[in-house]
């Protein structure tokens, strides 16, 4: 689950981290009244769950209240593009007022899982404020890392070693290392994906900040966590993807035509995998789960076909947990209540299969079944340039 950078500074500072001083607007009198009790200049930061906001004029500087207020009405109700959120955008309806900074250095730091060490991984930079993709991939070797034992997790003499590998000496070094050692403690007690500060700024008076931060929360975990359950904003989010998790499926919407159904994202992949090769782009990731009911398939398809770019399904299953016999239930029903009038491929194998099988014959509906994925693919292709 992605926050935004104010809901993400929040959690950071309640773990030790020092943040700039700030405060969430939700309207231009509200960012004027941050504005004034913080004084001076501020910065008005648009929040959204995409990078890039300064170049798409989501991020301002001004000088006082009134000027923040103005900045404030121009961003609430844009569209913000930036190279993250494609041509379409997103649309601002929540700003971040904070205290401006006279910074002498940007640095990087960020906690991910290393999925091949399977450990959590602390990298850092002196390329503060550049995408950390693009600095390992044109100079790989400014990037440090520490890997985080799972149960002691960041160490003092870890945080020390990135501080002075970041060129920074006595005082300044040791707060670096408190913001680290701060953020590692919110990584693991927040059941984070992923808490990154770009950047993490030196203050001419020698201060140490998260200018920027972004959390992740692992929504498997969430279930640990309730009160972070209102941190989620859907209207950042794909309207089918949130519909989806309403009824307990994984739905991932993409660019292609062909809708698919299948259950278990090992082989939700391999699916999307084998529509490319047969020559085709799959419109979406749908994982209906291994113990999906025939409700949960019936609304599966209503997502897939509130899709308009959809113009053919395929249903891939394996029926383990999920009998063929139920899934047969639930296409049926759900082709009749949406008049689908598409073509539907499916393939499925394991428990009553033979019945699942005989209940798609005698349903009367246009269903075209195949034995293998391969064959599935071709048929569901042909049909949807058809």
Known sequence: MKIHEYQAKELLAAAGAPVPRGAAAFTADEARSVAER?????????????????????????????????????????????????????????????EALEIDRELYVGFVIDRALARPVLMASRAGGMDIEQVASETPERILREVLDPVAGLRPFQARRLAFGLGLAGAVAGRAAGAMLAAAKAFRDLDATLVEINPLVVTAGGGVLALDA???????????????????????????????????????????????????????????????????????????????????????????MADPNVTAVLINIFGGILRCDVLAEGVIAAVRELAVELPVVIRMEGTNVEKGKRMLRESGLNFTTADTMSEAADRVVALAAG
């Open 38 to 98: 913080l004084g001076g200049r501020v910065v008005v930061k648009a929040q959204i769950h995409a990078g890039g906001r300064g170049k798409g004029g989501g991020v301002k500087v001004v000088s006082d209240a009134a000027e923040a207020e103005r900045a404030a009405e121009a961003m609430l109700g844009m569209t913000l593009v930036t190279a993250q959120t494609g041509l379409t955008g997103r649309r601002v309806g929540r700003l971040l007022v904070e």
């Open 214 to 304: 972004k959390v992740n929360l692992d929504d498997n975990a969430l279930f640990r966590h309730p009160e972070l359950h209102e941190l989620r904003d859907t209207a950042e989010e794909e309207e089918l993807e949130v519909e989806a998790s309403r009824h307990s499926l994984s739905y991932v919407r993409l660019d292609g035509r062909i809708g698919c159904m299948v259950n278990g994202a090992g082989l939700a992949m391999a699916t999307m995998d084998i529509i490319h090769l047969a020559g085709g782009e799959p419109a979406n990731f749908l994982d209906v789960g291994g113990g999906a009911n025939a409700d949960q398939i019936r609304n599966a398809f209503r997502i897939l």
